[in-house]
């Protein structure tokens, strides 16, 4: 029997909520159903964090807080999640220690960025590492634009606030919040009716395979962070929605000597210890994907499947020779993950298929990888072009060559040409890396677009080549890093 309406838990009791639209955003469902204005509107596409609330879930037994964008968070995306809004902080008594402390550092001006602000840190103060430092508190709030420039105090707030162990009404109460949380997941398949079509979320694979193979023209909604900006932005029209978040399995994480195995429903919030592990690399882009909001709610297998040509993961996971599984009905298959996508926004996917989870194998001891984000903003920016290259070397020689770009074209793509041209090259003679150097401009012809020129993107793609030979010959990075060059300096100091 499949439950008709989601629960979650607020303000201490469970709430239940059924016949909603399929495409009710939570940010609406609080300002416009509920009444609750503290959660604010501005952008409506995920980047300012006017929006932002925390979610809170049981993990290895204890509640964990995340931020997210309500704007294009679905209502139904939060069954069996603790919701906390700022609305919820104080509930009539003494200010939160965040709150307390962005009165006394005069963090709030004008005050309509100041509750997703608030959010944000709120999660921070639970989640962060102790102490926290002012690099980390930047990161945390890389998601919530400040419209009158007061992000000093707004930092300083932060430290003031997070930087000891939680002391607040959600402490305090922790094992209870965690026992309700767990008592929520009952393990029952959610779907719930509304006029033409439904929201559904399965609890196992096999009810996503049968319900997906019966609804092929229904949109598969991992995070919400693409499919969002398609409801707030693009209006679409969109009656059936499945929500994969509660599909029992497709969150693991299996991570052993030969690979990395990622569900398809892991978020990059947590898979980017695994992801960082692989290379420190890897960890960057995973830094500067989105926000701490969107890496909270965005899924690995949502970037992929969504076959974005400006997806900073596919690129990276190409590289290193990743494999995709998908599933239909009772039936499953792999193939490279480059192979996957096939033009803009098409991809090798059968009606009722779906990604199940990606494969990335593990770095030999004579593989070197290499990745770079090249953007017009550090933080929270779509790349203008991104470039990753795995270098397999036999001795001092480039033994084989494995090179993806995104943002380049319409899929993310791998530099076959340039790749074949790599073999047999020394570390040790960048006069010979001309052909490679030139190779790389006949395997892409650069889009022109808003980011970037086509002739900007073709020279950033034979600098970043030039720059990972360079460094793979030197084994060193710091002469060619603009990343992490301020931080050295203020720890100098």
């Avoid at 495409?23 to 503290?38: A, E, S």
Wanted: hydrophobic letters at 40%.
């Amino acid at each position: 029997m499949a439950r008709d309406a989601i629960r979650f838990w607020r303000q201490g009791q469970v709430v239940e909520v059924s016949g909603f639209h399929p495409r009710t955003t939570l940010l609406d469902y609080l300002r416009l159903q509920k009444r609750q204005v503290g959660t604010k509107e501005g952008c409506a596409e995920g980047d300012c964090g006017a929006c932002t609330v925390a979610l809170g879930r049981v993990r290895e037994g204890s509640v964990h807080y995340e931020p997210v964008n309500a704007c294009i968070l679905l209502l139904g995306q939060i069954d069996g999640a603790e919701l906390v809004t700022v609305e919820d902080l104080a509930a009539g008594g003494p200010l939160h220690p965040v709150q307390s402390a962005m009165v006394a550092s005069h963090g709030s001006q004008c005050g309509f960025c100041t509750p997703g602000i608030v959010m944000s840190l709120f999660s921070l103060y639970y989640e962060g590492e102790r102490p926290v430092t002012r690099e980390a508190v930047n990161d945390a709030l890389a998601g919530n634009l400040c419209r009158c420039t007061g992000y000093r105090p707004i930092v300083d707030a932060a430290l003031e606030a997070c930087g000891g162990q939680p002391s607040d009404a959600f402490s305090i109460d922790h094992p209870g919040r965690a026992q309700s949380l767990t008592a929520l997941n009952d393990a029952q398949d959610v779907f719930i009716r509304h006029e033409k079509g439904f929201f559904a979320a399965p609890a196992s694979e096999a009810s996503l395979a049968a319900l997906y193979a019966e609804h092929s023209d229904a949109t598969l909604v991992a995070g919400c962070t693409d499919v969002g900006l398609w409801i707030t932005k693009g209006m679409a029209e969109l009656e059936k929605i499945i929500w994969l978040g509660r599909v029992a399995g497709l969150d693991r994480i299996e991570d052993n000597a030969e690979a990395l195995t990622l569900g398809a429903t892991v978020t990059h919030a947590q898979a980017f210890s695994t992801l960082a592990a692989i290379d420190p690399d890897l960890g960057e882009i995973m830094r500067r994907f989105g926000s701490t909001q969107v890496r909270a709610s965005g899924t690995v297998g949502g970037n992929i499947a969504n076959g974005s040509p400006i997806g900073d993961l596919a690129p990276a996971l190409i590289a290193l020779g990743a494999g995709l599984e998908l599933r239909r009905g009772d039936e499953t298959r792999t193939i490279p993950l480059e192979n996957f996508f096939i033009a803009y926004r098409r991809q090798d996917r059968a009606p009722g298929e779906y990604v199940r989870r990606v494969t990335v194998p593990e770095l030999k001891a004579n593989e070197h990888f290499r990745a770079y984000k090249v953007s017009k903003r550090f933080d929270e920016d779509i790349s203008a072009a991104m470039g990753a290259f795995k270098f397999t070397l036999g001795g001092r020689h480039i033994a084989d060559a494995r090179i993806a770009f995104g943002g380049m074209a319409g899929t993310p793509k791998r530099a076959s040409e340039t790749e074949q041209t790599l073999v047999g090259l020394s570390l040790d003679e960048p006069a010979t890396w001309g052909e490679a150097l030139a190779a790389i401009g006949r395997d892409y012809q650069p889009m022109d677009d808003h980011r970037a020129s086509a002739a900007y993107r073709a020279t950033v793609a034979r600098n970043l080549l030039f720059k990972a030979l360079s460094e793979t010959a030197s084994g060193q990075t710091r002469a060619t890093r603009i990343v992490g060059q301020r931080e050295a300096l203020e720890a100098a100091e």
